[in-house]
């Protein structure tokens, strides 16, 4: 995953000058060395130069961190900490930051020892709050060496995704296909993220695959497509296209990315695209989305925002799928009552052509895109990656700007069951605990569009957390509510 950051936090410890110094200097090193010795030295660095105690060892901190290669910050209360220098150091800090604060540690040394970092805390949020900066806080951000080295891990894949976001592009080739407003973009939103947007015509991106014909690259990706495909390569015939169309998209990337570091994709994919170029191209999408630069399918733009969210949070590939069908109730019967322990209507089937990377595939094969072929010329449909995904842990989300410009995301953790889909397309049978409820009063209730990224792991706390630190209101950070509680919209008579 070469398209997402690499995080290395500056640990600053902070002290309030009427306390004793000691007990910030010695927390911090005992910090560290819990969280080496558990994760390494490789994500974090001590800041050495001063403890935090006014606004001028705010100011050597901010340099010291800086010089060394530090992209995210936190700050760790070793006792009160004053809240006017550590707040105007997270001010200051270009990068994600988070809080945290020592725990008192024995009731033997509660006189000269005691450190008072839990009122602390609140004079640190209610002085972030009075300065207008974001910054992440723990769920309980208390603890000792050990518990504070976790809440650190923690925060790097949300600190991976926050900066990301701000050295992201998300390269567009539109527009939308008709009948797909559902995939509405409102760009404003990105722009207040710290996401630049490239809109091309599909027109510029055929002229440029046009350039590429007869590239002399075009043999080496042939190969390594051979190479994946292994068996699975049933329309040998179609892969000197689609590398070609693979290095057309990573050049252009190459060539369009500006001052940007990281890149998304939202390509096109149909209907002209078939016949104008002669394939589809699910394949070159999943093998770029397996790499780290995620492609969304039919101009999704916020799709290809959330895939990349979901790479970030994961360090692993994701995919977009549709929510697409309803479980037949005899494949519940015979493959999942009794053996999982899930109703009917948690259960749903996500599926999209073939853009899923062949990795999170249980076996894959080439093949037509089967619907585009019921009214178009076979050989002009091929391209796609067909296969059932692999069982496992997932988390289903998206992150969306509705049509009125507002901010909303849903995340729901659940599991791909490992039940044959009998059916086309990178697929997989899915189960949600609450999935019906969920269906109803959030995606449907709340506007979402068939399209939803998924990771494959549970992610849901840092994406919950990711969300959160971008601005959405939590009210609109929506999720898969237990039986116990009701939805706003839920009909209580039901």
């Not at 070469?2 to 309030?16: E, H, L, M, Q, Y």
């Not at 290809?304 to 479980?327: K, M, P, R």
């Not at 086309?424 to 506007?447: C, D, T």
């Amino acid at each position: 995953m070469n398209n997402i950051p690499k995080i290395k936090v500056g640990i600053v410890a902070v002290s309030r000058d009427c306390f004793p110094e000691s007990l910030s200097v010695n927390r911090r090193k005992a910090l560290v060395e819990a969280y080496t010795k558990k994760y390494g030295a490789e994500d974090i660095y001590e800041c050495p130069v001063c403890i935090v105690e006014s606004e001028i060892h705010m100011v050597q901190a901010l340099s010291d961190i800086k010089a060394a290669g530090c992209n995210a910050l936190c700050v760790y209360l070793g006792n009160f900490g004053p809240e006017i220098s550590e707040t105007l150091l997270a001010k200051h800090f270009d990068g994600p930051k988070m809080f945290v604060a020592a725990a008192e540690e024995t009731q033997d040394n509660l006189v000269q020892g005691r450190g008072d970092a839990y009122c602390g805390m609140l004079n640190a949020s209610y002085n972030l709050k009075l300065r207008n900066v974001n910054a992440y806080i723990p769920e309980y951000p208390v603890g000792d060496a050990e518990d504070c080295a976790d809440m650190i891990h923690e925060f790097l894949p949300v600190a991976r995704t926050i900066l990301g976001l701000s050295e992201l592009k998300i390269i567009s080739f539109g527009p939308r296909p008709l009948n797909f407003m559902a995939c509405n973009a409102p760009i404003q939103q990105l722009y207040k993220l710290g996401v630049e947007i490239e809109e091309n015509s599909d027109l510029d991106l055929f002229e440029a695959f046009n350039k590429h014909a007869g590239d002399a690259r075009i043999p080496e990706v042939v190969a390594d497509m051979e190479r994946e495909l292994g068996a699975g390569n049933k329309k040998p015939e179609i892969l000197e296209k689609l590398a070609q169309y693979e290095l057309t998209l990573t050049d252009w990337v190459e060539e369009h990315r500006g001052y940007r570091k990281y890149v998304a994709i939202a390509g096109k994919c149909w209907p002209a695209f078939q016949t104008q170029f002669g394939f589809v191209p699910c394949y070159v999408n999943s093998r770029l989305t397996g790499r780290g630069i995620p492609v969304s399918c039919e101009v999704d733009i916020y799709g290809a925002l959330s895939e990349f969210i979901g790479t970030c949070v994961s360090e692993d590939a994701v995919t977009l799928l549709d929510i697409n069908n309803s479980v037949p109730k005899d494949m519940y019967e015979e493959s999942i009552k009794g053996k999982f322990d899930y109703s009917h209507t948690d259960t749903f089937m996500g599926f999209h052509c073939g853009n899923t990377c062949s990795g999170k595939l249980t076996s894959c094969e080439m093949k037509n895109q089967m619907i585009m072929a019921r009214s178009l010329p076979e050989e002009v449909t091929n391209g796609t990656l067909e296969g059932d995904i692999v069982p496992g842990d997932i988390t289903f989300f998206r992150l969306q700007s509705t049509s009125d410009n507002i901010l909303r995301a849903y995340v729901a953790q659940g599991e791909v069951l490992p039940v044959a889909t009998r059916s086309f397309g990178a697929i997989g049978v899915f189960a949600i605990p609450e999935m019906g409820r969920f269906y109803r009063h959030v995606l449907i209730q709340k506007n979402y569009p068939h399209h939803g990224a998924v990771a494959f792991g549970h992610y849901g706390k840092a994406l919950f957390d990711v969300f959160r630190y971008i601005g959405v209101p939590v009210e609109e950070i929506n999720y898969n509510q237990p039986k116990e509680m009701r939805y706003p919209t839920e009909n209580p008579f039901a």
